[in-house]
């Protein structure tokens, strides 16, 4: 066994991936594109900002046809699919500088690693641009893509290469990984690159940072959850009162206590 730092911190994520021949493994797997490129960007962004939100990419690669965003994304969020589909609509509508011509002259495709897991529970999940007929044929006209892919979720179903690469990652979050399991020779080297006596102090300082981070949106997370039961819970409530239930029935079937109820009574009165 090896002892690994972890890939959910983007600063691990980062530093394995940001090495050009990993990157361009990556993307071959799980794209099919094999990316002329000698270096890779971490956190771009565009300037001027396109939109009111400065997207920042954690990395970003392009080559003279095609244009590449990796976000690993540690942190579970609520929007992370408009999240990411508004950082991919901005390296999209930067590249167009005029009205004469809407087709941006890179593809663009934007992979988002979700390491945190997410509430639909699937491995892989994709936005594809392309119009479609009603058949269901696509008309071959717009080629960027989106791919969110979890690796919480791999099953024996997932199929390779995808496979594989999702199996490291979500082997590295508990430290460590039985490296004598995977043929690819760039997860190999995404392992020794992240060996946990080769992480420096300062990585160690930005792991805790992010690891404080993310205790603390885990929190407001969390804290949206209960809200949203408790507007749940509130509303059918209301509902039952009008009814004209006695609050005792209200209270055995929603869980709210009697204050909760007499709020609620003197609202609707």
Not at 164 to 187: F, G, M, R
Not at 208 to 216: A, N, R, V
Not at 232 to 248: H, I, N, P
């Amino acid at each position: 066994m090896k002892q690994v730092a972890s890939l959910r911190y983007g600063v691990i994520f980062k530093k394995a991936f940001s090495q050009p021949d990993i990157f361009k493994a990556f993307v071959k797997d799980f794209i099919g594109i094999e990316l002329n490129i000698d270096k890779v960007e971490m956190e771009k962004s565009f300037d001027p900002p396109i939109g009111n939100v400065d997207s920042r990419f954690d990395l970003f690669a392009e080559d003279k046809q095609n244009r590449i965003i990796v976000d690993i994304q540690h942190v579970r969020y609520a929007d992370h699919y408009a999240r990411f589909l508004h950082y991919h609509c901005a390296a999209l509508l930067e590249q167009v500088v005029t009205s004469e011509d809407y087709r941006p002259g890179l593809k663009v495709f934007t992979i988002v690693v979700l390491t945190s897991g997410d509430r639909h529970k699937v491995d892989l999940a994709t936005i594809d641009f392309d119009p479609k007929t009603v058949a269901g044929k696509p008309l071959k006209e717009i080629p960027h893509k989106i791919i969110y892919v979890c690796p919480k979720y791999v099953t024996d179903k997932t199929p390779e290469p995808y496979r594989e690469w999702l199996l490291a990652i979500q082997d590295s979050l508990d430290e460590e990984v039985d490296e004598t399991v995977y043929k690819t020779p760039s997860i190999q080297r995404v392992f020794d690159l992240i060996a946990r006596d080769l992480i420096s102090p300062q990585e160690r300082a930005r792991m805790k940072d992010e690891y404080s981070f993310g205790l603390l949106q885990l929190d407001k997370f969390e804290q949206g959850i209960e809200k949203g039961r408790t507007s749940e819970k509130q509303e059918t409530a209301r509902k039952m009162l009008a009814d004209g239930l006695d609050v005792s029935t209200v209270i055995k079937y929603t869980g709210l206590s009697s204050e909760e109820l007499a709020i609620l009574s003197s609202a609707q009165g």
